[in-house]
């Protein structure tokens, strides 16, 4: 692997702000398509859309799009639909995972459900969703239409599979690395994919980008499970210990119930299956993950994805946009310590 630049620990920017830079003029364009776009006469749809899409998140997905398109030296203007397309697809699956999991914060910030209501939340999400497969379908090309489309069947599939694994124990690593995959890493993957297909570029490079998407969703993934019982809750955009509260079975709770005394067995099967949680419970749960070394290893992971992610890219010529998003999967892993 030819190894990225190091993230300079006093640099300005980072990454993610790095490719902003890069990709200014898109980026703007796509901002504008996006504010653009999620506008309708029915008033309660633009407030509600505003609160969400236009008041936060850093545009992550829409970015790795954009990016890649110019990595490509893609010179039309599909991206632009294309990335505001994905941002779409995200913002509809977070309005509807918070009426599921009903947290008390998103992008720090109360969640609309808890403004607006469910229904409310739930009809947004699915004018979204309808804007977003508005805008692929204006693009003309198939292809990244069953791209994308493909990967927001796959996000509800990894919504429902961990839905149905909420508060089971039994729960295997195999299985929680499936929805993990669905849920969060297939719309990576699939950001990254289209670029290359509007491009017109060979196979290789469309399997390195999507494997560069799909390594980088897996990263961000882990290291969000990971944070939810290690962070702050300003790195997360969301409460610490959501996933705690709602009986999640991630990756940090699995591996310690695999070296867990009957007293820590004794302990997940009140806290998840039961339900039968204290003020002082998740303190304790932090606790019997940091010295089982579960956090650890999930970090461990994460960061072997992010390796991963960045040596895909090594097809590409060096150039300060490929670096960067090389840098950004490092990135991606530094939120916690």
Same mark, same amino acid.
């Given at each position: 692997?030819? +190894? ?5 620990? $006093?640099?300005? #920017? ?32 633009? =407030?509600? +859309? ?9 545009? #992550? ?7 890649? +398109? ?6 039309? =203007? ?13 913002? %509809? ?18 969640? +609309?459900?808890?403004?607006?209501? =469910? ?13 977003? @497969? ?15 489309? =493909? %990967?927001?069947? /796959?996000?509800?599939?990894?919504? /429902?599979?961990?839905?149905? %694994?909420?508060?089971? #124990? ?17 719309? @990576? ?54 996933? @705690? ?28 299956? $039961? ?5 002082? $419970?998740?303190?304790?749960? /932090? ?30 010529? %060096? ?11 490092? @990135? ?6």
């Amino acid at each position: 692997m030819n +190894a990225p630049a190091q993230i300079r620990q $006093d640099a300005a #920017l980072s990454p993610a702000q790095a490719l902003w830079d890069l990709t200014g003029d898109n980026m703007a364009a796509v901002d504008a398509l996006i504010l653009d776009r999620m506008q309708s006469s029915v008033g309660l749809i633009p =407030n509600l +859309a505003q609160h969400l899409v236009g008041a936060g998140g850093k545009r #992550l997905r829409p970015l790795l799009t954009v990016s890649a +398109a110019q990595l490509c030296g893609y010179e039309g =203007n599909a991206h632009h639909k294309l990335a505001a397309a994905v941002e779409f697809i995200h913002s %509809a699956t977070l309005l509807h995972d918070d009426v599921v999991d009903e947290s008390a914060l998103r992008r720090g910030k109360k969640p +609309a459900n808890l403004i607006w209501g =469910n229904s409310a939340s739930i009809l947004v999400g699915d004018f979204l969703f309808a804007r977003a @497969f508005n805008l692929m379908v204006e693009t003309d090309s198939m292809e990244a239409l069953g791209i994308l489309s =493909n %990967a927001s069947s /796959v996000i509800a599939e990894g919504e /429902v599979q961990q839905l149905a %694994a909420l508060r089971n #124990l039994a729960m295997t690593e195999a299985d929680y690395m499936r929805v993990i995959e669905a849920k969060t890493a297939a719309l @990576f993957a699939a950001a990254t994919e289209v670029a290359p297909v509007i491009a017109e570029r060979p196979a290789a490079e469309r399997d390195a980008l999507r494997e560069y998407g799909l390594k980088l969703g897996l990263a961000f993934q882990l290291v969000d499970d990971a944070l939810d019982y290690g962070g702050m809750a300003s790195a997360l955009g969301k409460s610490v210990g959501d996933d @705690f509260r709602e009986g999640k079975m991630t990756l940090p709770v699995i591996r310690s119930l695999e070296t867990a005394s009957d007293e820590g067995k004794a302990f997940w099967r009140r806290v998840i299956v $039961d339900h039968d949680q204290q003020d002082v $419970d998740l303190e304790k749960a /932090v606790s019997l993950l940091r010295s089982s070394g579960a956090l650890e290893s999930t970090m461990d992971m994460a960061k072997q994805y992010s390796r991963d992610a960045a040596e895909a890219l090594d097809i590409f010529e %060096a150039s300060p946009l490929r670096d960067t998003l090389q840098e950004l999967a490092g @990135f991606v892993v530094s939120r916690i310590s």
